[in-house]
């Protein structure tokens, strides 16, 4: 994974959508409700998960979040 080939609607992890409104009215200039990303607590095994090119530049998904929760 390069950070050319990152895309920020999907999870880094599984590569499926990750559902971030955030993400969502950004790309369509839509104005979403609060992501469902706000209201959980990403753990610190979940975090280091994520390779290095995609930190901060896309969204983990809902399903893994639940996969390694805190």
């Known amino acids: 994974m390069t ?5 920020p609607l999907r999870c880094p992890l599984c590569g499926q959508p ?3 409104a955030n993400e969502v009215a950004r790309s369509t200039g839509l104005g979403q409700g609060p992501c469902w990303c706000t209201r959980v607590e990403f753990s610190a095994e ?5 390779p290095d090119a ?9 399903n893994c ?5 805190p």
């Open 3 to 7: 950070a050319n080939s990152i895309d």
């Open 54 to 62: 995609a930190k901060r530049k896309a969204c983990i998904c809902q």
């Open 65 to 69: 979040a639940v996969k390694i929760s």
């Open 46 to 50: 979940l975090l280091q998960e994520v």
């Open 18 to 20: 990750n559902q971030c």
